[in-house]
């Protein structure tokens, strides 16, 4: 019997966050960008002969496809660009982004940005064994300072209404 343990990824309660040890390649399964036919919301996902889930290679091929005029793109290359405000292949704009605190808030997906909210919102903020390889604590200092929690709040209130009107 195999007694390696699953990751204990992200938790937070609002007080207090434990920071499991999620890295950003764990958050590349779908990507939002702004589509480049109708700047309307489109998705960045693996291309529908693959796991749902991407099984380690950054390289497998990837399809973007827009939500509202159902533009379509491949990519199958060799070059990525990861923790900039685009997406990984084809370099799109996310959609996700905001202004905030004189710099721009931006994430991939929901799931980026509730971690991102869960680690603001905590006064306590802790990692575990697996924390130290987290995105989160190569998070710009300027969303890490208490001092910037409610600005950055709103931003992410912003986002999720972004997000939820899907344009």
């Not at 109708?38 to 827009?66: E, H, N, Y």
């Not at 405000?85 to 991939?108: I, K, N, Q, R």
Request: charge should be positive; include cysteine; glycine fraction near 8%.
């Amino acid at each position: 019997m195999d007694n390696a343990q699953e990751p204990e990824f992200a938790r937070s309660n609002g007080e207090r966050f434990i920071d499991g040890g999620e890295r950003i390649y764990d958050l590349g399964d779908e990507i939002l960008v702004v589509c480049p036919k109708c700047s309307g919301m489109a998705k960045v996902i693996l291309s529908g002969d693959l796991p749902a889930k991407p099984t380690g290679d950054l390289f497998a091929p990837r399809r973007l496809i827009c939500t509202k005029c159902w533009y379509r793109n491949n990519w199958a290359g060799r070059k990525v660009t990861i923790g900039e405000a685009v997406d990984w292949f084809f370099g799109m704009p996310l959609w996700l982004t905001d202004s905030c605190c004189g710099e721009v808030l931006w994430a991939y997906n929901l799931r980026h940005l509730e971690m991102i909210e869960g680690y603001v919102a905590a006064k306590l903020r802790e990692r575990t064994k697996g924390g130290r390889n987290s995105f989160l604590c190569k998070l710009p200092k300027w969303l890490q300072s208490a001092k910037n929690r409610d600005e950055i709040m709103r931003s992410i209130r912003r986002l999720k209404e972004k997000l939820n009107a899907g344009n």
